[in-house]
């Protein structure tokens, strides 16, 4: 609803030399240093960081001549998190979320996407891909790469893309007389529509397009979460996207709707709650990444304890349904060898709270390794940021956390992140 333009992100803007990373010469002494996930630890180890990039990675603890030394020796050190998944312009949903979205000012709006930005580089979480919102988070990945404020890493979508009364509809709920009111440019029913509307969000600047195939659980109408998109605009959709170079997300919580969006060469699926076998089949055929947002389901019970009447009927119903099923599309995807990449839907859930998603990957049949994996190197590459992000490597960029104690044995310990760079830059040091 709140239009949040750059102008608002402008008004609190920090001086641009505060926030730039640092240019120094740096060493780091990791007790335990995972600088590749997916491959074994190394104990005693150096990560040389110039210019915010890393240039070396040693074993031993060494230090080079005219070198600052982070002292990390007591401590598990390994690269900056990514979540493939959030929504950063809010931290409100139900009732509360859609007073918000009338009632408050598009400036207000602008510090509260700052605000969870924040909290989420705090968590440890040096990159994320923000899939949807009105627009204040192309501003703020623009005004954080700018060093104007701080914050992690964005890949952005602009707005989600759907058909009209899909998932991504506004005027859902909405007394008919306000919808003219209520943007809706996001929206497209058929297949010329539907390309028009993926080249308005390519003009927007968005580095990737997210869509739904499906109804959702926080859609303001009792359609259900099946299909909502015919097979010729999801092509025309993904179609689009790849001519110019973007990848494509999708909403997806029943099975006919994933099986649409991979037929189409869709690049990941997001939350694929009711997966069948035919969809991992189409998983391993094309290769698309699994998002399964698991901890949304923390933010519904947190909000529902508090107010039971948090969200409207027609919402709390399939709140209820999403709960009871959590994880079973995980367990099936994680034996058949589908990609697994690390996403949340923070917004929904907590931001802030990213990392609470390890530990139900971990319960519902990942290792802390692949769950560790999901977060590093192959949310980079789903990301298409490999040669940057993922793992600790000479050439890439200094995005390093560190915790105390062994999240290869207790994953849980990512919950209390204490330290945390990012290009270089510390933004968090409670050593």
């Known amino acids: 609803m709140r239009l949040i333009t750059t102008l608002a992100l402008l008004a609190f803007s920090t001086p641009a030399a505060a926030q730039r990373p640092e240019s120094g010469f740096t060493v780091i002494h990791a007790g335990t240093l995972l600088d590749r996930p997916g491959r074994a630890p190394r104990r005693n180890a150096s990560v040389i960081v110039r210019a915010g990039r890393i240039e070396a990675v040693q074993d031993g603890f060494v230090t080079p001549a005219g070198a600052a030394v982070i002292d990390l020796s007591n401590r598990f050190v390994l690269p900056g998190l990514i979540d493939s998944h959030v929504h950063l312009s809010s931290d409100r949903a139900g009732n509360e ?4 979205g009338f009632t408050e000012s598009a400036q207000l709006g602008a510090y509260e996407a700052l605000w969870n930005a924040g909290k989420t580089l705090n ?16 501003a703020l990945r623009d005004a954080i790469e700018r060093g104007w404020v701080e914050g992690p890493r964005i890949v952005d979508a602009g707005q989600s893309i759907s058909t009209t009364s899909g998932h991504m509809d506004s005027r859902l709920g909405i007394r008919d007389e306000l919808h003219d009111s209520i943007p809706h440019g996001n929206l497209c029913d058929g297949a010329d529509e539907c390309r028009k509307a993926v080249r308005r969000q390519i003009g927007r600047g ?19 979460l099946g299909k909502q998109m015919f097979d010729d605009e999801a092509k025309a959709i993904v179609e689009t996207a790849h001519l ?50 698991l901890s949304t389901v923390n933010g519904y019970l947190e909000r529902i304890a508090a107010n039971p009447d948090a969200y409207p009927p027609d919402v709390r119903a399939k709140i209820d349904w999403r709960i009871g099923v959590t994880g079973k599309a995980l367990q099936k995807a994680v034996p058949a060898g589908v990609k697994i990449a690390f996403g949340t839907d923070a917004g929904v859930s907590k931001h802030g709270r990213n990392a609470d998603e390890f530990e139900l990957m971990v319960k519902h049949g990942m290792t802390p390794a692949a769950a560790i994996q999901a977060a590093t190197v192959n949310a980079a590459d789903l990301l298409g940021l490999s040669a940057e992000i993922g793992s600790l490597e000479p050439g890439k960029a200094a995005d390093i956390i560190a915790v105390a104690g ?3 044995s207790d994953v849980t310990t990512l919950k209390r992140v204490g330290f945390v760079m990012r290009n270089g830059k510390i933004h968090k040091d409670e050593r």
């Open 406 to 408: 062994d999240p290869l």
């Open 97 to 100: 979320g859609l007073i918000a």
């Open 123 to 138: 968590a440890g979480f040096t990159t994320v891909r923000n899939l949807g919102d009105d627009g204040a988070t192309l």
């Open 244 to 293: 110019y170079g973007k990848k494509v997300a999708v909403h997806a919580h029943g099975a006919d709707g994933v099986s649409v969006a991979l037929r189409a060469g869709a690049d990941s699926i997001e939350h694929g709650t009711l997966m069948d076998e035919e969809n991992i089949r189409l998983f391993k055929q094309s290769g698309a990444y699994y998002v399964p947002t």
């Open 206 to 224: 968005a580095d990737v397009i997210k869509i739904a195939t499906t109804g959702g659980v926080n859609s303001r109408i009792g359609a259900g």
